[in-house]
């Protein structure tokens, strides 16, 4: 855990934590995900991303980079709140029941909901487990936002098979680039309902599952990383983490976790992304983007992307941790000045 704060407090500083980050790096996201379904050669690295911020700026002014931001900031707000409350209450249900192994289970959970419990390490393989099935209830509510913005981020139209690598056609002719306006919420909901069903709205729930294990791998290279700190000639009752340690250890948390689970993450968005065909059977599935990706470019075709991936992901959870500590230093001051 991060902090001794019972579930529901830690909830919402982390949901709203994570909605102040990723309304500071959403034209990043919006980038990584067109980055993770074009087949461009020209798109590639970080150059690619300013590539493609020019080009969504010139086509659709300063707007477009914030194209599906809303369906993006519900997903992140319902899937951070359920993850940090799940999370935070398995972990105190666990920690509690190995301190006192004879207290009624009952009483363990009415006690992990309702009383500060102490952050520590339950060991590795207990941190990520507790972490994995947080991760599994927050991304079952919160899978059909993020399908429905995966398909507003690139626009929800057909695939273009054309890839020219002529300069002047990247901005026209690069799959996954829309050239038209953006689609509308309604607009998206009614085709995927259309297409697939309600079991659209789930598309690409498979590689979830695993992916489940990026915020449970997190929390625990941050609690890690949180606890190396360089020694400073500081009064040893300050034991808390700086604002910039705190923004520090979360990014850098991220970007491993990331880098290390990123072949999984580019087969959730091709998924989410892919369009069923006239009297096709189906979408692409998870071993088929990775088979394709690995048949074009290679090896290094599985992390196509990954740049402006690591770059969002550093931003948004250093500032996820900060504001997140901001907001449970202030409930604790607000605590102690009532009591």
């Known amino acids: 855990m991060t ?36 087949t461009s050669n020209r798109l590639r690295g970080l150059r690619g991303v300013l590539r493609l911020l020019r080009h969504i700026v010139r086509a659709e002014g300063v707007a477009g980079l914030y194209d599906g931001i809303g369906a993006d900031t519900a997903s992140t707000l319902i899937s951070n709140f359920l993850y940090f409350y799940f999370y935070t209450l398995l972990h105190a249900l666990v920690a509690r029941r190995r301190a006192a192994s004879n207290v ?28 994995f099935v947080a991760g599994v209830a927050s991304r079952a509510v919160s899978t059909p936002f993020s399908v429905v913005t995966v398909r507003l981020q690139t626009g929800d139209g057909e695939e273009s098979d054309d890839s020219s690598d002529d300069e002047s056609s990247i901005a026209e002719k690069a799959p996954g680039i829309p050239v038209k306006g953006p689609p509308r919420f309604a607009d998206v909901v009614r085709r995927i309902y259309a297409e697939q069903g309600l079991a659209g709205f789930w598309a690409g729930f ?17 609690q890690l990383l949180s606890r190396l700190r360089i020694p400073r000639k500081v009064p040893s009752s300050s034991t808390r983490p700086s604002a910039a340690g705190a923004f520090l250890s979360g990014a850098t948390a991220n970007a491993l976790a990331v880098a290390i689970l990123y072949p999984l993450l580019l087969a959730k968005v091709r998924v989410q992304a892919s369009r069923r065909r006239s009297g096709g059977v189906g ?12 048949k074009e470019d290679g090896w290094a075709g599985l992390y196509q992307g990954l740049a402006a991936q690591l770059v969002k992901g550093f931003v948004n959870q250093g500032v996820t941790m900060l504001v997140k500590q901001r907001i449970e230093r202030a409930a604790v001051r607000l605590y102690s000045k009532g009591r």
């Open 104 to 131: 009624p289970l009952i009483q363990a959970i009415k006690h992990a909901l309702t009383s500060p419990t102490p952050p520590i390490l339950l060991g590795v393989p207990a941190e990520l487990a507790v972490g």
């Open 3 to 38: 902090s001794s704060l019972p579930p529901l407090a830690q909830a919402w500083s982390g949901a709203l934590g994570s909605a102040a980050a990723n309304s500071i790096t959403y034209p990043l996201d919006l980038v990584a995900t067109k980055l993770q379904t074009t």
């Open 283 to 294: 979408g692409a599935s998870m071993t088929d983007v990775w088979a394709r990706a690995i």
């Open 206 to 222: 498979q590689p979830t599952l695993p992916l489940c294990l990026t915020p449970a791998l997190t929390l625990l290279l941050f």
